[in-house]
C-alpha cells in the first residue's frame, strides 16, 4: 500500500513569493493534516481537512491556507513568504473520523527555504 | 508550561539493554497518544500509540500510559544501534481530534 506522498521535495523561494505545496494521503484516508517542523518551535500543527472542509486550524497567521479536494489529496499554500517560513512541512494522513482511530501517518515532508 | 514535555537528551543507552524515554502533558483531557520515531532528515514515523492505561506491547517496544499521572512512556527492549533516533511523543485533546501536539523530542544514541 503506498503511502503518504508530498511533493515537491524540496524548494527554494525568495522573500515575497508564494508556494503551493501538495499532499496525496493514503488510499482510502479521508483526513489531511498539515505540520511545520522548525529546529526553533518542533512539529507545529497548522490545520486539518477532512471531507473538504477545514476541521481544525493551528496558531498561524492568514498566509498560510489550504484546501482539500473530493479526491482527499490536499494542498497547502503560503503567501509572501518570509525568511521564518523556512521549514519542513509535513503532511499527514488518518483514515477517517471517530473513536479509536486516530493514528496519523506522515508523508516524507517538503523542504522550503526562503533566500 | 509546555503542553508535552520531554526529556532532550541525548539519551545514551549500550547495545542490547533497554531504553526508556518519557513523556508528560498538561491537559488532562488528552485522549491518544503516541510515539513517532525520527530519523536525521527524515519525517517522523510512526511507532506506537496507546489510547488506555497500563501497558501496550509491540515486538521490542512497550508503551505505558498513567493518565493520572499524566505521564506516558516508550521502552525500548534489546536496543539495537538502528534505534538512534529521536522520539517524539504526541498526544490528542479528544477522539475525532486530529490536532497532534508534540514534545520536542528526545534524541536516543545506542553505543554498540
Known amino acids: 500500500k503506498a503511502g503518504v506522498t508530498q511533493t515537491p521535495r524540496y524548494l527554494i523561494k525568495t522573500r515575497g513569493q508564494q508556494v503551493t505545496l501538495s499532499c496525496s494521503p493514503i488510499?482510502?484516508?479521508?483526513?489531511v493534516s498539515w505540520y511545520q517542523q522548525t529546529p526553533g518551535q518542533g512539529l507545529q500543527f497548522l490545520f486539518e481537512?477532512?471531507?473538504?472542509?477545514?476541521?481544525n486550524k493551528g496558531n498561524f497567521p492568514g498566509r498560510f491556507s489550504g484546501r482539500q479536494f473530493s479526491n482527499s489529496r490536499s494542498e497547502m499554500n503560503v503567501s509572501t513568504l518570509e525568511l521564518g517560513d523556512s521549514a519542513l512541512y509535513l503532511c499527514?494522513?488518518?483514515?477517517?473520523?471517530?473513536?479509536?482511530?486516530?493514528?496519523?501517518?506522515f508523508g516524507p515532508g517538503t523542504r522550503l527555504t526562503v533566500l | 508550561q509546555k503542553e508535552v514535555e520531554q526529556n532532550s537528551g541525548p539519551l545514551s543507552v549500550p547495545e542490547g539493554a533497554i531504553a526508556s524515554l518519557n513523556c508528560t502533558y498538561s491537559?488532562?483531557?488528552?485522549?491518544?497518544f503516541f510515539w513517532y520515531r525520527q530519523y536525521s532528515g527524515k519525517s517522523p514515523e510512526l511507532i506506537m500509540f496507546?489510547?488506555?492505561?497500563g501497558d501496550k506491547e509491540d515486538g521490542r517496544f512497550t508503551a505505558q500510559l498513567n493518565k493520572a499521572s499524566q505521564y506516558v512512556s516508550l521502552l525500548i527492549r534489546d536496543s539495537q544501534p538502528s534505534d538512534s533516533a529521536t522520539y517524539l511523543c504526541?498526544?490528542?485533546?479528544?477522539?475525532?481530534?486530529?490536532?497532534?501536539?508534540f514534545g520536542t523530542g528526545t534524541r536516543l544514541t545506542i553505543i554498540p
Open positions: 499527514a494522513s488518518r483514515r477517517n473520523s471517530g473513536a479509536g482511530d486516530n493514528e496519523q501517518f
Open positions: 488510499s482510502g484516508h479521508r483526513s
Open positions: 481537512y477532512f471531507s473538504e472542509t477545514q476541521r
Open positions: 491537559d488532562r483531557g488528552s485522549q491518544s
Open positions: 496507546i489510547y488506555s492505561n
Open positions: 504526541a498526544v490528542t485533546t479528544n477522539f475525532g481530534n486530529e490536532k497532534l501536539t
